[in-house]
C-alpha cells in the first residue's frame, strides 16, 4: 500500500519567515495530493490541494509543489503569521475512485511572533 | 462547503461499557465514510471505511467485533466501541467524500 513520509516534525519559524514542509510517497499510481490543517483538539481542515497534472498550486501566502517523477511534494507558507501556528499533515490518494488518503506524520508548526 | 457533524462530543465511560459515536453528512449523501483515531501529537490512524448497505472493511490490527461499525443510511455512519477499556481513549474523527474530504468535528473518549 501506500506510505507517505513527512518531514520536519517539527518546525519553529519567527512571524514572517517563510516555512516549508515536506512529503514524499511511494505509490506511483498516487494522484491526488490534499494538505490539512489542524488545530489542537479541532478537526483537520482542508488548505489546499494538488493533482498529479500540475506541477504547482498557489492560493494567497500557501502554495503547493509536485514532483511526480520524484514522488514528492511540498507545502509552502510565506509571511507565516502566528495564528498559522497548527499541526499539518500532507496526504495521498488515488482520486476518484474509492478515495482513501494515507497521511502523514504531521509537523507541528510554531511560529513565533 | 460540505458539513461533517459528530456526536458526542465528548464522553466520558467506565471501563466496561459500551459507547457509540454518531457520524452525519448534513448537506450531502455519503456512500462512504471513515473511521479515524488519532493519539495526542499523532497522526490520523484509519481504522475502517464504512460502507452504506454493506459491511464495513478494517483496516489491519483493528478489531470488528470491537469497534463496530454501522452505515444505516447515505447520511449517518456509527462507531460503536464495546467493552470500553482505557486503552480506548482517544480521540475519534470521521470523515465523509464529496469531491474532497470533509471531517467531522470529533470525540474524545476518555475510558475510566
Known amino acids: 500500500g501506500e506510505n507517505v513520509e513527512q518531514h520536519p516534525s517539527t518546525l519553529s519559524v519567527q512571524e514572517g519567515d517563510s516555512a516549508v514542509i515536506k512529503c514524499t510517497y511511494s505509490d506511483s499510481a498516487s494522484n491526488y495530493f490534499p494538505w490539512y490543517k489542524q488545530e489542537l483538539g479541532k478537526r483537520p481542515q482542508l488548505i489546499i490541494d494538488?493533482?498529479?497534472?500540475?506541477g504547482e498550486k498557489k492560493d494567497q501566502r500557501i502554495a503547493v509543489t509536485l514532483n511526480k517523477t520524484a514522488k514528492h511534494f511540498s507545502l509552502h507558507i510565506t509571511e507565516t503569521q502566528p495564528e498559522d501556528s497548527a499541526v499539518y499533515f500532507c496526504a495521498a490518494s488515488i482520486g476518484g475512485g474509492s478515495y482513501i488518503p494515507t497521511f502523514g506524520r504531521g509537523t507541528s508548526l510554531i511560529v513565533h511572533p | 462547503g460540505a458539513v461533517v457533524s459528530q456526536h458526542p462530543s465528548r464522553v466520558i465511560c467506565k471501563s466496561g461499557t459500551s459507547v457509540k459515536i454518531e457520524c452525519r453528512s448534513l448537506d450531502f449523501q455519503a456512500t462512504t465514510m471513515f473511521w479515524y483515531r488519532q493519539f495526542p501529537k499523532q497522526s490520523l490512524m484509519l481504522m475502517a471505511t464504512?460502507?452504506?448497505?454493506?459491511?464495513?472493511?478494517?483496516e489491519q490490527g483493528v478489531e470488528k467485533d470491537k469497534f463496530l461499525i454501522n452505515h444505516a443510511s447515505l447520511t449517518l455512519s456509527t462507531l460503536t466501541v464495546t467493552s470500553a477499556h482505557p486503552e480506548d481513549s482517544s480521540f475519534y474523527i470521521c470523515?465523509?467524500?464529496?469531491?474532497?474530504?470533509?471531517f467531522g468535528p470529533g470525540t474524545r473518549l476518555t475510558v475510566l
Open positions: 494538488i493533482r498529479s497534472n500540475v
Open positions: 470523515s465523509a467524500t464529496s469531491r474532497e474530504q470533509f
Open positions: 464504512s460502507n452504506e448497505g454493506s459491511k464495513a472493511t478494517y
